[in-house]
């Protein structure tokens, strides 16, 4: 089962799980709320979309296909609101952002 | 009365000729590759379909714009943009995180545009926080001003001094930057 589908299929793959734990590394290691979701809000985007386009490669042309195609586009949709949704509701409530010198939190 | 009457109905067929094309889709009932037909979840799409166009036809397309043929072209041109500058986040906020000695600066920076239809405010957010470095934090839609999070003085200044993204978007929704 060594084709070439598998094999770009297997490289979207990890690229999009090494993205993944770059972001996770980011939530560890960045000092306050505002940089981690930085780092969690981009580092998701483009490791679900290769993910995705991972298994589409690997479905070939099906039904499937199409509604992976429609995952990837809600995705581009969902993703920055959630993020800025999330940002603003701790701007309001004060948060103060992380200065770069200070202490992490 | 009777012509926006009419055009309340062709609305209302678009609606629900859009979605019942969605569930079409979604639910793969008529397959042409395998043969598969099932008529059930045709009929229901039709129900559903046509409930849901009764509910909220008035939401998917709030109102005849102007031009919205060439927004929607110059939208699908700016797209491709846009998904270059998503990869080059994505390798930005990596190098941050994985750089030893984690280059950031945090900082909130404003600044006004002189955009002013909704589409354009959403666009604009969106893609301030999809692209390098930068995300969102709230909009006052009467003045057309950002206040925007920047992990570093460089996205910052992408925003304040170049204006790449302001004038493209500006030039998608022709609105003056």
Same mark, same amino acid.
């Given at each position: 089962?060594?084709?070439?589908?598998?094999?770009?299929?297997?490289?979207?793959?990890?690229?999009?799980?090494?993205?993944?734990?770059?972001?996770?590394?980011?939530?560890?290691? &960045?000092?306050?709320?505002?940089?981690?979701? %930085? *780092?969690?809000? =981009?580092?998701?985007? +483009?490791?679900?979309?290769?993910?995705?386009?991972?298994?589409?490669?690997?479905?070939?042309?099906?039904?499937?296909?199409?509604?992976?195609?429609?995952?990837?586009?809600?995705? &581009?949709?969902?993703?920055?609101?959630?993020? %800025? *949704?999330?940002? =603003?509701?701790?701007? +309001?409530?004060?948060?103060?952002?992380?200065?770069?010198?200070?202490?992490?939190? | 009365?009777?012509?926006?009457?009419?055009?309340?109905?062709?609305?209302?067929?678009?609606?629900?000729?859009?979605?019942?094309?969605?569930?079409?889709?979604?639910?793969?009932?008529?397959?042409?590759?395998?043969?598969?037909?099932?008529?059930?979840?045709?009929?229901?799409?039709?129900?559903?379909?046509?409930?849901?166009?009764?509910?909220?036809?008035?939401?998917?397309?709030?109102?005849?714009?102007?031009?919205?043929?060439?927004?929607?072209?110059?939208?699908?041109?700016?797209?491709?943009?846009?998904?270059?500058?998503?990869?080059?986040?994505?390798?930005?906020?990596?190098?941050?995180?994985?750089?030893?000695?984690?280059?950031?600066?945090?900082?909130?920076?404003?600044?006004?545009?002189?955009?002013?239809?909704?589409?354009?405010?959403?666009?604009?957010?969106?893609?301030?926080?999809?692209?390098?470095?930068?995300?969102?934090?709230?909009?006052?839609?009467?003045?057309?001003?950002?206040?925007?999070?920047?992990?570093?003085?460089?996205?910052?200044?992408?925003?304040?001094?170049?204006?790449?993204?302001?004038?493209?978007?500006?030039?998608?929704?022709?609105?003056?930057?």
């Amino acid at each position: 089962m060594f084709s070439i589908i598998n094999i770009i299929a297997t490289i979207l793959i990890a690229g999009g799980a090494f993205f993944m734990v770059t972001g996770v590394v980011g939530l560890l290691r &960045f000092p306050d709320f505002y940089t981690r979701l %930085h *780092a969690t809000g =981009k580092c998701d985007t +483009l490791g679900e979309v290769l993910v995705i386009v991972g298994c589409m490669v690997y479905q070939g042309w099906s039904f499937i296909t199409i509604k992976l195609f429609f995952l990837m586009f809600f995705i &581009f949709l969902a993703n920055p609101v959630g993020t %800025h *949704a999330i940002m =603003k509701a701790a701007y +309001l409530t004060g948060l103060k952002p992380w200065k770069k010198g200070e202490e992490r939190r | 009365m009777t012509r926006s009457k009419e055009h309340n109905v062709g609305l209302m067929l678009a609606v629900f000729a859009v979605l019942y094309i969605f569930w079409l889709l979604m639910s793969a009932c008529i397959n042409p590759l395998n043969g598969h037909f099932s008529p059930i979840h045709i009929i229901a799409g039709i129900i559903c379909a046509g409930v849901v166009t009764l509910l909220s036809h008035d939401l998917l397309i709030t109102k005849e714009g102007e031009m919205t043929l060439a927004k929607t072209f110059r939208l699908i041109a700016y797209v491709p943009w846009e998904l270059w500058q998503i990869f080059l986040a994505n390798f930005d906020v990596a190098y941050r995180v994985l750089h030893p000695k984690m280059p950031i600066d945090p900082r909130i920076i404003e600044f006004d545009t002189s955009l002013r239809s909704d589409f354009a405010l959403t666009t604009l957010a969106n893609s301030i926080t999809l692209t390098p470095g930068t995300i969102t934090i709230d909009i006052d839609p009467g003045k057309g001003r950002f206040l925007v999070h920047a992990i570093a003085k460089k996205p910052a200044d992408a925003l304040l001094v170049d204006k790449t993204m302001i004038n493209k978007v500006a030039h998608v929704y022709m609105e003056e930057a």
